[in-house]
């Protein structure tokens, strides 16, 4: 809490206050005009609805591709499940910065380049991986005879998905959800190599509406950095009871 809580503090002064290196001082007087001018000067609205934009498409289709992988890997017998697997945990293993010559190459013959799919794409290519090896190891938990019983009733595979497999595993999503949205929240190389159009940039890219060439206003940035992190902070600490039992869910199995 104490980095949030300095955070703070530091927004509410001077560039005086700031620069005379009283870090952990209060302000003299609180500078809550900081949060008014970081508020239109740097466009908040419009870089919060690309960061909303770009993370709740990302989230879905993290989750439904995640999720009907998972089921496939750790539900089924077949011949190549584990290699599929394998090839996912790779996955999490590519540094993203090793990835953005080619993915420039490829969205530039693609004509994407400069657009929300630029980010939405790689955002999901780099957030399965993890999302299918979380999935997965809850899943191979859950006992057979849940299955069977959906067979006995006449469910085929997609209903006995859709409707036993996919509620049961709410904690596992939860936590999935989470890690995927501070992960896109916070992305800044990606957003910075594959936008450059102001209507379209993220949340991250408000911070240098207040620096100029030979100045910059430190308490209004500040003042953004706060109301930039206050969504995921409130979406975290709302649900933050579902990470910890997604993340052990399915560590014991019975």
Known sequence: MYPLLWLLIYSLKTNEEILSGSFFSLPHTPQWANYQYAYEAGSYLRYLFNSFFVTAVTLVAVIILSSMVAYAISRFRWRFGQAIMLVFLVGIMIPLQATLLPLMII??????????????????????????????????????????????????????????????SRPPIMTVSILTCISIWNEYILAATFISS?????????????????????????????????????????????????????????
């Open 107 to 168: 969205f530039k013959n693609l004509h994407i380049l400069n657009t929300h799919l630029a980010l939405i794409l790689p955002y999901i290519t780099f957030s399965t991986p993890i999302a299918v090896f979380i999935l997965s190891g809850f899943m191979k938990s859950l006992p057979h005879e849940l299955e069977e019983s959906a067979v006995m009733d006449g469910a085929g595979v997609f209903r006995t998905f859709l409707s036993i497999i996919l509620p049961i």
């Open 198 to 254: 102001e209507k379209l940039k993220t949340l991250p890219f408000g911070v240098y509406s207040f620096v100029s060439q030979y100045s910059a206003n430190y308490g209004a940035i500040g003042a953004f950095l706060v109301l930039g992190a206050l969504p995921i902070i409130i979406v975290y600490f709302a649900l933050s009871e579902k990470i910890s039992k997604g993340m052990v869910a399915g560590a014991v199995k019975g």
